[in-house]
């Protein structure tokens, strides 16, 4: 692999290390009018009535023969809903400046002109690594922060003072665009 293929991979890599796995619902937490508290994994927001799984972490084969372990609860049920968000800020930091530095490193090593005695060739070879590095350091982590903030997540905190809206939930929830056939049998 040359080093043109080898950055473009490593920054491919840091831009989608933070993102939420695809098929993973937030744990949501409810405390319902009848003073009942309940949590559960985020499934599907309808637009009357959430669906939660109180199962761990179970693969779409479980949740499907374990229907027993799924519930719809209606938003007419519940009191407050809580969402823990969660910050990629410093994940994204630290990757962007790992990731800078090591391809300011390779950038700069692989600047250095042939001519020359050896000393001379050593000596060029480590300033253009430093000097990369410091400036691959400084690129990866301001690019490192900027992916890390927009993977990040707000807590969500609704009451029942507030109308339910669905679209704020649907991101949490690990069928944000259409729900399994198996699942839209939940009432």
Request: aromatic share 4%.
């Amino acid at each position: 692999m040359d080093r043109k293929t080898g950055f473009a991979a490593l920054t491919i890599l840091i831009i989608l290390a933070p993102v939420q796995v695809p098929g993973a619902g937030k744990e949501t937490e409810l405390l319902l009018r009848d003073g009942s508290h309940i949590t559960g994994e985020l499934l599907a927001a309808r637009d009357t009535s959430i669906v939660l799984s109180f199962l761990d972490n179970p693969s779409d084969e479980e949740l499907q023969g374990a229907l027993k372990n799924v519930r719809a609860i209606p938003y007419s049920q519940i009191q407050r809903l809580h969402i823990e968000g969660h910050s990629y800020v410093l994940l994204g930091a630290a990757g962007g400046l790992v990731v800078g530095v090591l391809a300011g490193v390779a950038i700069g090593a692989g600047s250095t002109s042939d001519r020359g005695n050896p000393w001379t060739q050593m000596v060029e070879t480590t300033a253009n690594s430093a000097g990369g590095a410091a400036v691959g350091a400084l690129i990866g982590l301001v690019g490192g922060l900027v992916i890390g903030g927009a993977a990040s997540s707000r807590d969500v905190d609704l009451d029942y003072n507030q109308k339910w809206d669905p679209m704020v939930l649907k991101p949490c929830s690990r069928y944000p665009v259409e729900e399994p056939e198996f699942l839209r049998a939940v009432r």
